[in-house]
Each structure stands twice: as structure tokens, then as C-alpha cells.
């Protein structure tokens, strides 16, 4: 019984949260492809930490 009363819980939280991970999940490829055209960009070139920070900073990457 305690192993099925388990189980039921299990999956509804599974499912509940299903939506909220598959966001998140949208958010950080939305992100890691800003950063990846970003150092396309700035290929050769000298980062400027300054402006790397404000840029990882602007697409929510990094928060303060």
C-alpha cells in the first residue's frame, strides 16, 4: 500500500513539474545559443571581461 501510495504522489508531482522543466529546459538552450553566436562574433578577438560580464548579464545568464 505505502509503496503505491508513494508512486501515485511520484507521478503527480512528475507531471506537475513536466511543464516548468521543459520552460526551463527552453530558457537555457535560448541562452547557451545567444553565447554561442556571441563568441562567433567575437571570434580572434580579446575579451573584454567588462563587457563579457554585462553581456552574459543582459540575457539573464548571469543574475544579480
Known amino acids: 500500500y505505502l509503496h503505491h501510495l ?3 504522489y ?3 508531482s512528475v507531471n506537475e513539474l513536466a ?3 521543459k520552460k526551463l ?3 537555457r538552450e ?3 545559443k545567444k553565447i ?3 563568441h562567433k562574433k567575437n571570434k580572434g578577438e580579446e575579451i573584454n ?3 563579457y560580464l ?3 548579464k543582459s540575457i539573464s545568464y548571469i543574475v544579480e
Request: proline letters at 4%; aromatic letters at 12%.
Open 6 to 8: 508513494m508512486q501515485i
Open 10 to 12: 511520484f507521478d503527480k
Open 19 to 21: 511543464p516548468i522543466n
Open 25 to 27: 529546459i527552453q530558457k
Open 30 to 32: 535560448d541562452i547557451q
Open 36 to 38: 554561442d553566436e556571441w
Open 49 to 51: 571581461k567588462k563587457e
Open 54 to 56: 554585462e553581456f552574459l
